[in-house]
C-alpha cells in the first residue's frame, strides 16, 4: 500500500473546481505526473540522502530541492468535447493529444483525455483516447511520475511503485526501458534532469536502455532540445544533470561545442561548478558560464557561443546577448584601476556589465577562490560608484552632435562619427569635458591641425600619425 498521504495534498481552489466540476457530471478526474511526485518529495523531506554524482569544488552548494508541486495537469476519461462542453472558458492547446485548457480566473489546468501509445517514431506519438487511468499510467516515463490521485476519493494509483522509488532515490522506466526511450528520446534527458534535481541515481537498465537509445537524440527537435537545457539551468544545482549529459554522451548530438571541455576532468568539474555557483534566475549567465571555458580567446568563446545557441534555436536576442557574454568575460577590469578605465570598460561592455561580474564570481566561487571574490567584490563597488554617477559612456550622452559638426563645415560621411568618437573618449577619460562649448572648442581645434584629412588618407598612403592626436596613447 501506498505511503503517500493525500491529505497533505495542497492544491489550488481553481484546480479542485475543475476536478469537482468533472466529477459531477459523471467523470473521473486525476491529478498526475510532476505535481503528485513533487508533492510527495516534500511529503518525505526532499530528496534522498545520496552522494553528490560528481564532486564540485563549490563551497556555497545549494541546498537539496524540495520543489513546490505544479498543479495545473489533470487527466480524466471526459473527452475533449465534454470538457469544452462543461467548462464555459476553454482553450483547444492540444486537440490531437486529447487537452484542453481549462481557465478559472486568471489560471488554467491543462484537462487531458486519458490516453495510449498507437504509433511513435522516437520523436512524435500517434495516441488514441483510452477508457482507464492504468492505462494512461502504463505509457508514463518514469515510475515517480506515474502516480496518479483522484481528489474525490482520495485514492492513489502507483502500479509502478513510483513511491517506493521515490523513498529509496531511484530514477526507473516504467515497463521496459528501452520501449521507453524509443518512444520519445527526449525521456533521456528529461531523466537526467530528475536524476540531477533529485538527486536520485539510475536504475541499473534504465541507465543501460539510456546510454544505448543515445544515438537517437540526433532526431529530436532543437526547440525541444533547447527548453530541456533551460529547465536544467533553471534548478539550483544543474551540474548534476549535465555530468549525466557528457557521461551518456549527450553532447556529441546537441553540444559539441562542449566536448573538449567534457573531456578535460578538471575544466569540466570547474565549468559545472560555474554554472551551479551563477545565479538560478539568470539562464543565459548560467549558458555563458558553460562557455567561457570553451575557449581561451574572446573570439572563440563567442564563436563556441554563436555556433550553440543558433543550433538550440535560441531566440536572436538571448542568442547574441550571450555570444556578447562570452566575448567580454576577458579581458575584464580590477579594482586598481584607474575611474578612467573603469568608464572606459563600462562603456565598452554597457548593459551587460552586471552579468559579467555574476560570470567572474561564479568562477572564483566554484574555485573556492575567496580571496578573489573579495577583490571581484571591491572592484565592483568601484565600478558601481562610476556608473551611479552617470558618466557619459555613449555618443548618445556626448553634449556635441554630429549637426555641431557638419556647422562648422564638415561634410557628412564616416569622418563625422570618427571626431565624435575622439571626443567621447576624452570625456570618458575626464567626464568634466563633457561641455557644449567646450567639446565644440575641441573639434575645431581638431580640424583645424588637419587631423581628420590625415585620417583619410589612402590606406597605402604612409602615416604621419594615428588619424586623431593622442587617442591611441590614451586607449592604452
Not at 465534454?82 to 464555459?88: E, I
Not at 560608484?385 to 563645415?409: H, M, N, Q, T, Y
Amino acid at each position: 500500500m501506498s505511503a503517500i498521504d493525500p491529505g497533505r495534498f495542497s492544491p489550488p481552489p481553481g484546480f479542485s473546481r475543475t476536478a469537482e466540476r468533472l466529477e459531477a457530471a459523471g467523470f473521473e478526474a486525476w491529478a498526475v505526473g510532476g505535481a503528485i511526485r513533487d508533492a510527495y518529495v516534500r511529503q518525505i523531506g526532499g530528496p534522498a540522502d545520496l552522494p553528490d554524482p560528481i564532486d564540485l569544488p563549490d563551497p556555497a552548494e545549494p541546498e537539496p530541492v524540495e520543489p513546490e508541486p505544479n498543479w495545473e495537469d489533470l487527466t480524466t476519461d471526459a473527452r475533449p468535447d465534454d470538457v469544452m462542453r462543461l467548462f464555459p472558458r476553454t482553450v483547444p492547446v492540444g486537440l490531437s493529444h486529447g487537452t484542453v485548457k481549462v481557465l478559472d480566473g486568471d489560471d488554467g489546468y491543462e484537462v487531458t483525455t486519458f490516453r495510449r501509445d498507437v504509433e511513435t517514431d522516437g520523436r512524435h506519438a500517434r495516441v488514441a483516447f483510452a477508457d482507464s487511468i492504468g492505462e494512461d499510467l502504463s505509457r508514463r516515463d518514469f515510475t515517480a511520475n506515474a502516480i496518479a490521485w483522484r481528489p474525490a476519493s482520495g485514492e492513489v494509483r502507483d502500479e509502478w511503485g513510483g513511491a517506493e522509488d521515490i523513498e529509496d532515490g531511484i530514477l526507473r522506466a516504467v515497463g521496459d526501458p528501452d520501449a521507453r526511450f524509443r518512444e520519445d528520446y527526449l525521456r533521456i534527458l528529461r531523466g537526467f534532469r530528475f536524476a540531477g534535481r533529485f538527486e536520485w541515481a539510475v536504475e541499473a537498465r534504465t541507465d543501460e536502455a539510456m546510454r544505448e537509445a543515445a544515438g537517437g537524440l540526433a532526431g529530436l527537435s532543437a526547440e525541444r532540445v533547447r527548453e530541456e537545457l533551460l529547465k536544467v539551468m533553471a534548478d539550483p544545482k544543474p551540474s548534476a544533470a549535465l555530468h549525466l549529459y557528457a557521461a551518456c554522451g549527450a553532447l556529441g548530438h546537441w553540444y559539441p561545442e562542449l566536448r573538449g571541455l567534457a573531456a578535460d576532468g578538471d575544466a569540466w568539474r570547474s565549468a559545472l561548478g560555474a554554472v551551479d555557483a551563477a545565479p538560478a534566475q539568470a539562464a543565459n549567465v548560467r549558458v555563458a558560464s558553460l562557455l567561457v571555458s570553451a575557449s581561451d580567446t574572446p573570439e572563440g568563446r563567442a564563436e563556441a557561443a554563436e555556433s550553440l545557441l543558433s543550433r538550440l534555436k535560441f531566440s536572436n536576442a538571448d542568442r547574441r546577448y550571450v555570444t556578447r557574454l562570452a566575448r567580454l568575460y576577458l579581458p575584464f577590469v580590477g579594482a586598481m584601476d584607474s575611474a578612467a578605465e573603469h568608464r572606459r570598460w563600462l562603456a565598452s561592455v554597457g548593459d551587460a556589465w552586471q552579468d559579467l561580474f555574476a560570470l567572474h564570481f561564479a568562477v572564483a566561487r566554484a574555485a573556492g577562490e575567496t580571496r578573489a571574490e573579495r577583490y571581484l567584490e571591491a572592484t565592483r563597488e568601484r565600478v558601481r560608484e562610476e556608473r551611479d554617477g552617470d558618466p557619459p559612456l555613449d555618443l548618445a550622452s556626448l553634449a556635441l552632435k554630429g549637426d555641431d559638426l557638419l556647422a562648422l563645415g564638415m561634410s557628412p560621411g564616416p569622418l563625422v562619427r570618427m571626431l565624435l568618437e575622439e571626443l567621447l573618449e576624452q570625456v570618458i577619460e575626464d567626464p568634466g569635458r563633457n561641455e557644449h562649448e567646450s567639446l565644440l572648442e575641441e573639434a575645431r581645434r581638431l580640424i583645424e591641425i588637419g587631423s581628420l584629412a590625415e585620417a583619410s588618407r589612402p590606406l597605402d598612403a604612409p602615416a604621419a600619425g594615428n588619424g586623431l592626436p593622442g587617442a591611441d596613447d590614451r586607449r592604452r
